[in-house]
């Protein structure tokens, strides 16, 4: 079992940068996956970015290409989101999230634990 808290979100204006880590703990972290989602108000969970234990692969949503950026450090039991560019539309609570195994996934039930979440606001 992995326990994951995040941190980073806040308010930034359109245009800007933020980059949310995501600590994990309780377990060996290089066994896990790790995936960042988002949800918006009245929206369904959105895939945002997946890394495996190397961090060798990340795979990223439509909405992250080019914009994003998900790294791991496995001596830290850090993930970490880097976000470029931010739109309007990225307005959302962000989660970290989990899965053992190494087969890559965009699928929100695939992962077994999560994160809090932390909101991203972004504004005009």
């Known amino acids: 079992q992995v326990q994951l808290v995040e941190s980073g979100g806040g308010l930034v204006q359109a245009g800007g940068s933020l980059r949310l880590s995501c600590v994990a703990s309780?377990?060996?972290?290089?066994?896990?996956?790790m995936g960042w989602f988002r949800q918006a108000p009245g929206k369904e969970r959105e895939f945002v970015a997946g890394?495996?234990?190397?961090?060798?692969?990340?795979y990223y949503g439509d909405s992250a290409k080019g914009r994003f950026t998900i790294s791991r450090d496995n001596a830290k039991n850090t993930v970490y989101l880097q976000m470029h560019s931010l739109k309007l539309e990225d307005t959302a609570v962000y989660y970290c999230a989990a899965k053992l195994g190494i087969r890559e996934s965009r699928v929100p039930k695939e992962y077994r634990f999560w994160g809090q979440g932390t909101q991203v606001t972004v504004s005009s």
């Open positions: 890394i495996e234990w190397s961090g060798v692969s990340p």
């Open positions: 309780g377990d060996i972290f290089s066994r896990y996956t």
